[in-house]
């Protein structure tokens, strides 16, 4: 009974732990983003793979979140185009039912 209590302890700090980090990640990420775009260069070193994996990571993060910024500015040109040709429709065809 106690174990399993701990274990649930564990658990939900295990979580708690991981969404900090999660959040953290993104919150680095977006910030450089926000300071320097997709244009980061991607820095690897042999001598220290940990920083190495971070670069990586961050560099990944950098790079998925401008194709999903790309593919967002592309949708709302569609949907503005779409819009403005609903509109100019609309505008054109007004008087025609009477």
Do not use: C
């Amino acid at each position: 009974m106690i174990t399993h209590s701990l274990f649930e302890i564990f658990n939900i700090v295990l979580k708690l732990i991981l969404l900090g980090v999660g959040i953290l990640y993104l919150f680095r990420v977006l910030w450089l983003y926000h300071s320097g775009g997709a244009k980061a260069p991607l820095k690897l070193t042999w001598s220290d793979p940990a920083r190495s994996a971070e670069g990586l990571v961050i560099w990944l993060g950098l790079q998925v979140t401008d194709k999903v910024w790309s593919g967002a500015r592309w949708t709302i040109h569609v949907l503005e185009d779409a819009s403005a040709d609903v509109g100019e429709w609309f505008l054109g065809h007004r008087g025609a039912g009477r």
